[in-house]
């Protein structure tokens, strides 16, 4: 049996390994000399440059729906502290910076979290869900992603009503697993988000019109199986391409999956192990 962490030997230990966790974490943030973006307007910048929306109650798995209302409680608590936020030339944009710690005291209800890729309930729980959201946007633009973490090991839930490719999602944990980008070019960028009562919708708007765009698309995605496990195979590109020819001027491997199947695999196309 492989020697337990330090955090995994009991709630107490735990609770001492976040705080470590996030006192180092805000030393290193005083100490970056970063400028992370703060200043939020109610006025649109006149260029809308993305916009998506996701689908706030979805099965997932064999987990309660009612975790998915709470969900939607957390959301709408949330996305008013990062919509309208302007990411000016130079600055880095934080959702934990913007959003805060999502406790009970503020409103947050218990939503699903994924922790050694097995799901429970916790406080706050959902909002990866509005991190996917962002990437994706943030993914057809230029903006540079400079913090991103995933649960890229494994495949813990079926698709429904998948809009975007597998492994372009985000994994987040106050405040030390942050997801961030930052604005290298000069023109300033904008992110609206707001929840109505079926979506998490989202636009992301700029300064000034862009001469590129951006398309995103799994390719070779199939299910194999291997030493008795069903893995998720398959990679991710995106194309940069020029608004004005058409011509795709780059193509980017951002994803290549290799995730282990979570899910009972029944259903699945599964090309046999060779």
């Known amino acids: ?17 976040v705080f470590k966790c996030r006192t180092v974490r805000r030393i290193k943030d005083l100490c970056s000399g970063q400028h992370f973006s703060s200043y939020k307007t109610n006025e649109h910048l006149p260029i809308l440059i993305y916009k998506h929306n996701s689908l706030i109650r979805r099965r ?42 999502t406790t009970a005291s503020k409103g947050y209800k218990e939503g699903v979290t994924i922790s050694n890729y097995n799901t429970k309930p916790g406080i706050g729980g959902g909002l990866c869900q509005f991190t996917n959201l962002i990437h994706w946007m943030v993914l057809h633009s230029p903006l540079k992603i400079v913090e991103h973490h995933h649960h890229d090991r494994a495949d813990l839930f079926p698709d429904f009503n998948r809009q975007v490719p597998f492994g372009t999602g985000t994994s987040i ?70 608004k004005a020819t058409g011509n795709v001027i780059s193509r980017e491997l951002i ?16 090309t046999p192990e060779i």
């Open 255 to 270: 994803r290549d999956n290799n995730a282990k199947v979570m899910y009972d695999t029944s259903h699945l196309k599964i």
């Open 173 to 242: 944990l106050y405040n030390y697993l942050d997801y961030r980008f930052k604005n290298d070019s000069d023109i300033t960028y904008q992110l609206i988000v707001y929840v109505t009562d079926t979506h998490l919708c989202g636009e992301l708007r700029a300064s000034d019109s862009l001469p590129i765009k951006y398309h995103i698309k799994s390719e070779n995605e199939h299910f194999i199986r291997k030493d008795g496990n069903v893995y998720r195979i398959g990679q991710v590109y995106r194309d940069c391409i020029d």
């Open 1 to 17: 049996m492989p020697r337990k962490l330090f955090c995994e030997l009991s709630p107490f230990t735990y609770r001492i390994s």
């Open 60 to 101: 997932l798995g064999n987990t309660e729906m009612e975790l998915q209302e709470n969900k939607a409680v957390n959301l709408s608590l949330s996305a008013p502290k990062v919509s309208g936020i302007l990411i000016r030339p130079g600055e880095t944009f934080s959702f934990w910076h913007l959003v805060g710690n």
